[in-house]
């Protein structure tokens, strides 16, 4: 029986596989300068400084896909239609957010199978906010 090497691709969760924290924090911060121009989005974010927003979601990103739990830690559990239930969400917000998260995605420069697997992701996270026809 051949032993595996510890750290090999095949034992490294998505985090570790596309460069940790700090590929999740040019993502995050990519998506945000998006959102603060976003005529659409950006009402949906009540805190003058989108800050705190970015560091919520980078943190919550890079826990969903292998890396700290700090989100858990800080936050509880994530909740996210009941965090998002206050704002009108619609298909429209929904085509806005995708837009601006296809910039971040694109702009990291992933391996093709790495961006497809987080592009999968954010479209069924997208459709999964909508709380308003339209």
Avoid: C, K
């Avoid at 596989?17 to 590929?23: F, I, P, R, S």
């Avoid at 911060?29 to 009402?43: I, K, M, N, S, T």
């Amino acid at each position: 029986m051949t032993e595996i090497p510890r750290g090999t691709l095949s034992e490294q969760t998505f985090y570790e596989q596309v460069g940790g924290e700090e590929t999740f924090r040019r993502l995050v911060h990519r998506f945000y300068e998006g959102v603060a121009e976003d005529p659409l989005l950006r009402p949906m974010y009540p805190e003058e400084d989108l800050g705190p927003a970015e560091e919520r979601f980078r943190l919550f990103l890079m826990q969903y896909w292998g890396g700290p739990r700090t989100y858990s830690e800080q936050r509880g559990h994530p909740r996210l239609r009941m965090r998002h239930a206050p704002f009108a969400v619609d298909s429209a917000a929904r085509d806005a957010w995708l837009a601006r998260m296809r910039v971040a995605v694109d702009e990291l420069g992933l391996a093709p199978e790495h961006a497809q697997q987080l592009w999968n992701y954010f479209t069924f996270a997208a459709e999964s906010m909508i709380n308003t026809p339209g």
